[in-house]
Structures are given as structure tokens and as C-alpha cells.
């Protein structure tokens, strides 16, 4: 038979290599699909065909509220605009006016429904429930039930960078190593005004008949320079909590502009199905199905069937134990990268 693309022909393929269907496998689907999945995340972690270098492009965006649609943000007397103070309350006309949060508008979208505010002066803005309302401070809305008491409106909140303070990264990023400046800096700019182009453009006769070690020994000078003067934004990632953290003054930021991180992603066998090709990983999951296979038999130890035979778990999950050890010295030895050196 060919070789696996889907998890179910690999499944069928490792039982196979057990013996299966000549000899009785005596393994449940969910252990065989749990013992795959530990091959996986194994071969994943190690391997280096398990993962790609990737880079995340994250646009700085505001925090927002969509409003209802018969809300107004236009025209010549809007019911919300930018310099409003807005607030999130648990009631309204009666009910518990105590704020929550307290923020600024800083741009509307008229057309979508939307206040975007950079961060909350006080408190969190969270999902509005069916209690929960965005009022203005600033102003009376001609929608007011009471005057008395500011318009309030049922509005679905949405975080933005300025406020979480981090990037959310999906589950398949495994490291972030480099994050690159989101501003201008002192080595970068655009158009006219880069240090690469002013360079070329007044050195352009000596560029164009001389070798080009002058050039390559400035760009490192200005790279120091930019180090020094303006420094790397440290970066903090763990992967069970999906975020990548900068710190970093995230009010310096202008919205619009892209983080790109570098990073290290996982191959996903759904997308990529010649991971079930992978020799390593056929021969180690198939281990992990012996040993399974070998610790059920044991519960069974010393119980003779009729013809005399009895079950020999033990020897089963030790072969089983001495493959796994021998296909996970492989691994190091023979398909992981070289540590990196750190020293100071």
C-alpha cells in the first residue's frame, strides 16, 4: 500500500507494522490515536522537519464598541464623537449607574457603528451582556429616555494592541525569537529620508568602481548605532499562553503600523500531509502503539488460554521500551539542530 497522507491510513499503517490484521492488536482506537498524537508532539518539538521559521505580522490597532444601528456618529449632531468620555455600566434609567470603565474617544467609523478608543482611563472594557451599557459623560443624546441621565446604548467591545499590551499568536507558534521595530529608527526610514539611499546617493561614483566593503562596514556602524542608541525591544513568549509580550512603551506606537516577529511555527500534518511519510515518525509511533500494546497485556500476566497459550506482555513492553529509547537517541543525535551557544 502507498504511504499514509491522512491520520487514519498512518493509524492503519503502524497497526500493520504490528501485525495487524494476522495478529490481534489488543489496543483501543482512543489509545492508538493518543499514542499518535504523543509521537506528533514529540517529533514537533524535536525534529527539524517538525518546524519552520515563519514571520507574524500583527497590526497595532484601538480598542472599539460597536453601537446599534440606530445610533448616529455623523452629521451635525452625533451621538457619539471623538473627546468623549464613555463608560460602562451594569443599568440604566434606575439601575446601578456605577461605572466600570472610563475611556476617550479617539476615532469614530461612522459607516461600521464603531468607537475606538486607545485604552480605558480606569477599569477593563469587556464584552457587554445583556446589562451591559456604553454611555457618554459629555454630552446629552437626544435619544435620552431621562435627561438626567446620560444616553446609554448596548455596544459589543472588542480589545485592540494599545490596550492588551500584547500580540496574540495561534496555538502552532512553538518560540519567537526577534522582534523587529515597529518606528522609524536610526538605520531605517523611508524614501529619500533612508540611511541607504542618502549613502548610495553621494557615494554612487564609488559604489559603481570600487568594492563594496565601505559600504557594508557603514551599514554595520549605523546597525551599532541603532542598538546603542534606540535598543531591541525585549520579547517574553510562552507558548501555552498563545501571547507574545514587549515590553516596551506601547503609547509610542502609532495605529496602523505592523509588529513583525520572527518566529518558529509547527508543520500541521492536516495541511502538510507528508509528515505521515516521515520514517522517524512511522517507526516511533508505531513504538508507542507497542508499548501501549504491551502495558494492556500485563494486566493479563500468568492467564492461559485454551491450546495452553498465555500472554507475554513483559517481553512486548520491553521491546517496545527499548525501541522508543533507541529511536529517541536517534533523534538527538541524528535529527535535531545543534544547541546554540550562549556565553556571558
Not at 556602524?221 to 542598538?227: A, G, K, R, S
Request: hydrophobic share 35%; net charge negative.
Amino acid at each position: 500500500m502507498a504511504q499514509p497522507t491522512s491520520k487514519t491510513q498512518f493509524k492503519e499503517f503502524c497497526l500493520r507494522k504490528l501485525g495487524k490484521p494476522v495478529i490481534e492488536i489488543n489496543v483501543d482506537d482512543d489509545q492508538v490515536d493518543d499514542r499518535i498524537d504523543e509521537a506528533l508532539s514529540y517529533y514537533q518539538d524535536y525534529h527539524f522537519d517538525g518546524v519552520e521559521k515563519t514571520y507574524l505580522k500583527h497590526r497595532v490597532v484601538n480598542s472599539s464598541i460597536t453601537l446599534a444601528p440606530s445610533w448616529t456618529l455623523d452629521g451635525d449632531n452625533p451621538d457619539f464623537k471623538v473627546g468623549d468620555v464613555i463608560r460602562q455600566v451594569s443599568g440604566v434609567n434606575g439601575g446601578d449607574e456605577a461605572g466600570t470603565a472610563t475611556a476617550i474617544v479617539v476615532a469614530v467609523d461612522a459607516a461600521n457603528k464603531k468607537l475606538f478608543f486607545k485604552k480605558p482611563i480606569t477599569g477593563t472594557f469587556k464584552t457587554a451582556t445583556s446589562n451591559g451599557f456604553v454611555v457618554s459623560d459629555t454630552f446629552t443624546a437626544k435619544y435620552a429616555v431621562d435627561p438626567t441621565y446620560p444616553a446609554a446604548v448596548y455596544g459589543e467591545s472588542s480589545q485592540g494592541t494599545l490596550e492588551l499590551e500584547y500580540i496574540s499568536v495561534p496555538e502552532n507558534i512553538i518560540g519567537a525569537i526577534n522582534v523587529f521595530s515597529p518606528e522609524s529608527n536610526v538605520s531605517l526610514g523611508s524614501g529619500m529620508f533612508s540611511a541607504k539611499y542618502q549613502y548610495v546617493l553621494h557615494n554612487l561614483h564609488d559604489i559603481n568602481m570600487g568594492p563594496l566593503v565601505n559600504f557594508q562596514m557603514s551599514m554595520q556602524h549605523l546597525q551599532l548605532m541603532e542598538e546603542l542608541l534606540v535598543g531591541a525591544v525585549p520579547l517574553r513568549f510562552n507558548r501555552h499562553t498563545d501571547r507574545i509580550m514587549l515590553d516596551m512603551d506601547w503609547n509610542s506606537l502609532t495605529v496602523g503600523t505592523y509588529i513583525v516577529v520572527e518566529a518558529y511555527s509547527v508543520v500541521d500534518p492536516t495541511t502538510y500531509s507528508d509528515v505521515w511519510k516521515d520514517r522517524w515518525l512511522q517507526n516511533y509511533a508505531t513504538a508507542k502503539i507497542k508499548y501501549q500494546w504491551g502495558s494492556n497485556l500485563t494486566k493479563f500476566n500468568g492467564m492461559t488460554l485454551p491450546g495452553g497459550v498465555q500472554f507475554n506482555g513483559e517481553q512486548i513492553l520491553s521491546d517496545a521500551r527499548e525501541e522508543i529509547q533507541r529511536l529517541e537517541e536517534d533523534m538527538s543525535n541524528s535529527y535535531s539542530l545543534p544547541s546554540v551557544d550562549m556565553i556571558g
